[in-house]
């Protein structure tokens, strides 16, 4: 698979390490009430779908950036790469 | 009918003209007791028990496509009991006790061969892991031995002893492991449960489960609505998609393992080799050919297929075990959809829809599990409650703590 970085542009999946559904960005607050009610599905639940599938790669043998891959998981097709940082920010996530 | 040899002679004689199908083509009912979703070995090991040991009637497996079409024809035949854990090495040596006597259980020729499996070891830090390991095998009544590097030469003497970074120290081996031909487990237990009236019913995929207060009804197919008391789930790397027809959320991902043929070699290896150093492991089949395979790839994939770069991982491997391999030429390789769980180990539990049964999560080590998975999800499907050897595969271990984690790894499916 080749993984179209949005700023290094094309390099192989090889050169990334998988973490799993992009979901993970939402991470629970873990001061909050009810924190361990959320990080349990959090932790171990997951959609798994068959089909477009939304996921984190870390470029380790790159710029070590994350990534939010869109791939479809019965093709192996990737349709859209972005950067997770601008991801985790559209979302909400991040200062 | 009843094969034997004589039959055979008998058949031999009169040109092959009375062999039958070795279990019926039945249309579905509309209702059934029991409904076993997956019609791998899994599900077809369950219905055959539902109906010999637990003395059940009017059952079905559902098959969307063929039956041992899935992962029981995709794996690389192995069957071991070398688990570490308590809530796994019980489970797996009964396991192992089941493959000892199956084909006279089901009188089905599943070639089940005791050739042994060493698993490798190159440090010193490893030995003291194996030993651990036997010793915890023994205590559960299976059977392990601690190899030095002159015994293992002496059983395998290509393989890379001196290699300078991964030198062999020695193994862990099991003798009672080995290999049993995999479809003809698949077969043996559709021909046993056929027999004792169990309907198998292919080309007929689950489409929606039909779930009225809390209780389950039935499941839609692409043939009708069949009703059923209780439904079991057992289809493997489609868990997550079923049982969300159930509305539920599984602890699992679903990932692409890899394996490999390569053309017919005369008698090499006799047992089964794992490599210490690298994910590899290698048997020789009865026609010759090396089925070996390694890591899966890593990402979540249902395409039954993976990509190149685990394919070199395989081969490097291959290489850096018996440098002899790199003369073979490849024949064959294919890919099946592995149901990673959390932990590394499988589900066996009722869910909280009353009916509904779960039985998944093998990761890419449910070959071996065969037997022993369908005789106590029988087991719970009949008695609403665990087997003995299965108490610890809950649903709810992940919430209370009670990981069942061999590897040590986490909650990181692909690194199981």
């Not at chain 2, 009544?141 to 293992?152: H, M, S």
């Not at chain 2, 056929?194 to 389950?216: K, S, Y």
């Not at chain 2, 890899?258 to 089964?272: N, R, T």
Request: glycine content about 12%.
């Amino acid at each position: 698979m080749i993984i179209n970085h949005p700023l290094l542009g094309p390099r192989d999946a090889q050169e990334f390490i998988y973490l799993g559904d992009a979901a993970l960005i939402h991470r629970p607050d873990g001061m909050a009430e009810g924190a361990l009610e959320r990080f349990i599905p959090y932790t171990y639940l997951r959609d798994n779908p068959a089909g477009s599938h939304r996921e984190l790669w870390y470029h380790e043998q790159g710029d070590r950036s994350w990534l939010v891959v869109t791939r479809n998981t019965t093709t192996h097709e990737i349709t859209a790469v972005e950067m997770a940082r601008d991801v985790a920010r559209k979302e909400g996530r991040s200062k | 009918m009843r094969y034997s040899g004589f039959k055979v002679i008998a058949e031999a004689l009169t040109g092959h003209k009375g062999w039958k199908p070795a279990w019926r083509d039945p249309a579905p009912q509309a209702a059934y007791d029991y409904i076993i979703v997956g019609g791998g070995g899994h599900g077809l090991a369950t219905a055959y028990y539902l109906a010999k040991e637990f003395q059940q009637a009017r059952i079905a497996v559902l098959e969307k496509g063929w039956i041992g079409g899935g992962n029981v024809g995709r794996n690389t035949t192995i069957v071991r009991s070398n688990y570490l854990l308590d809530g796994n090495e019980p489970f797996y040596e009964f396991s192992m006790k089941l493959w000892e006597g199956l084909e006279q259980d089901f009188n089905y020729n599943a070639m089940v061969s005791q050739r042994g499996i060493i698993n490798l070891f190159h440090t010193d830090a490893q030995r003291d892991a194996a030993t651990r390991r036997g010793n915890a095998m023994i205590m559960h009544g299976a059977d392990a031995e601690l190899l030095n590097k002159e015994q293992v030469r002496s059983l395998y003497p290509f393989l890379n002893f001196e290699n300078a970074r991964f030198p062999i120290k020695g193994a862990l081996m099991q003798r009672r492991g080995g290999t049993v031909r995999h479809d003809a487990v698949a077969w043996g237990y559709a021909r046993g449960a056929d027999n004792r009236g169990v309907d198998i019913i292919q080309n007929c995929d689950v489409t929606g489960m039909r779930i009225e207060n809390g209780r389950v009804l039935g499941v839609e197919t692409s043939r009708g609505f069949i009703g059923a008391k209780k439904v079991g789930v057992a289809v493997a790397g489609s868990s997550s998609r079923v049982m969300a027809h159930a509305g539920m959320r599984l602890p699992m991902e679903s990932h692409v393992l890899q394996a490999f043929v390569s053309e017919g070699l005369k008698p090499l290896i006799d047992g089964v080799i794992t490599y210490g150093a690298g994910h590899f492991y290698v048997s020789q089949s009865d026609k010759g050919g090396l089925v070996f395979g390694g890591d899966i790839d890593g990402y979540n994939s249902y395409a039954q297929r993976g990509n190149l770069p685990v394919v070199e991982d395989v081969a490097e491997g291959g290489m850096s075990l018996m440098p002899m391999i790199g003369r073979a030429r490849l024949l064959r390789m294919w890919g099946g959809i592995m149901d990673m769980s959390m932990d590394g180990s499988p589900i066996i539990d009722k869910t909280d829809i009353e009916g509904l049964y779960f039985n998944g999560g093998w990761c890419y080590g449910g070959f071996k599990a065969t037997p022993a998975s369908g005789w106590v999800f029988a087991h719970l499907l009949a008695k609403d409650t665990p087997h003995s050897t299965a108490t610890a595969y809950r649903f709810d271990r992940f919430a209370k703590g009670l990981m069942i984690d061999e590897k040590g790894q986490g909650a990181q499916p692909n690194l199981h």
